[in-house]
């Protein structure tokens, strides 16, 4: 499978633990995002990369998170002394280098859950 | 933030019904998108319509878009239950990001 894909699919943590999750996008496409989304809601944009430069973060990012790209492949999303208000789906979205209409690929997610 | 509002938040069908679902939002864009996420899962992009397109077909769906009232549509004919979904609308403001609105709960039901 080619797709983007996400590890791991599921975190249960208490709160106050650092928690770390993985994308892997689909090869070729030289930027990635990162997204939330809570329960009945649609995905609220956390960060984006082009590469390894990690180009705009939302307000949603508090200094708890943190997320890199080193080498423009791969990208983790930290989460920093976990609330329970961090309990969501985290999604991971590549795009190509020249698409003209900035469709998204998704990956499955990572669906975090603080006690 | 969310950029607008889908109505409706929840609908119900019976298979071979068509589905129709609006999307509202805020601000100029250059194209409108629309995904369906299976329960608890990821997003698949369906059809991408640009701010100078009126109307787009791809197989059983049709987009309309309306950009001086900022809305949009969705039909999806001849429902199979398979269609079971949440279906997002999404707006490309040329920021790079997507602005997701807050979705509409499909059922279609055998």
């Known amino acids: 499978d080619t797709g983007v894909s996400q590890d791991p699919r599921h975190k249960i943590t208490k709160r106050g633990q650092n928690v770390t999750f993985r994308c892997d996008p689909i090869?070729?496409?030289?930027?990635l995002y990162w997204y939330r989304q809570t329960l009945g809601q649609g995905p609220e944009f956390l960060t984006y990369f082009q590469n390894e430069a990690q180009l705009e973060k939302s307000r949603l990012l508090s200094d708890r998170f943190s997320a890199e790209r080193p080498k423009g492949s791969f990208s983790t999303l930290e989460i920093q002394r976990t609330e329970q208000g961090d309990s969501a789906m985290y999604l991971c979205?590549?795009?190509?280098?020249?698409?003209?209409?900035?469709?998204?690929?998704f990956g499955p997610g990572t669906r975090l859950t603080v006690l | 933030s969310q950029q607008g509002e889908e109505d409706p938040q929840a609908l119900s069908i019976q298979e071979g019904e068509n589905a129709t679902m609006n999307c509202s939002y805020k601000t100029s864009i250059n194209n409108l998108q629309w995904y369906r996420q299976n329960s608890g899962r990821g997003l698949v992009h369906l059809i991408l319509?640009?701010?100078?397109?009126r109307e787009k077909h791809s197989g059983r769906l049709r987009v309309t878009l309306d950009t001086s009232k900022k809305s949009s549509s969705l039909l999806i004919t001849a429902s199979r239950a398979a269609d079971t979904a949440s279906y997002f609308c999404?707006?490309?403001?040329?920021?790079?990001?997507?602005?997701f609105g807050t979705g509409t709960r499909l059922l279609v039901s055998p």
């Open positions: 999404a707006t490309d403001t040329g920021f790079q990001k997507l602005v």
């Open positions: 319509i640009r701010s100078n397109e």
């Open positions: 090869s070729e496409h030289n930027r």
């Open positions: 979205a590549s795009r190509p280098p020249l698409a003209g209409g900035n469709e998204q690929f």
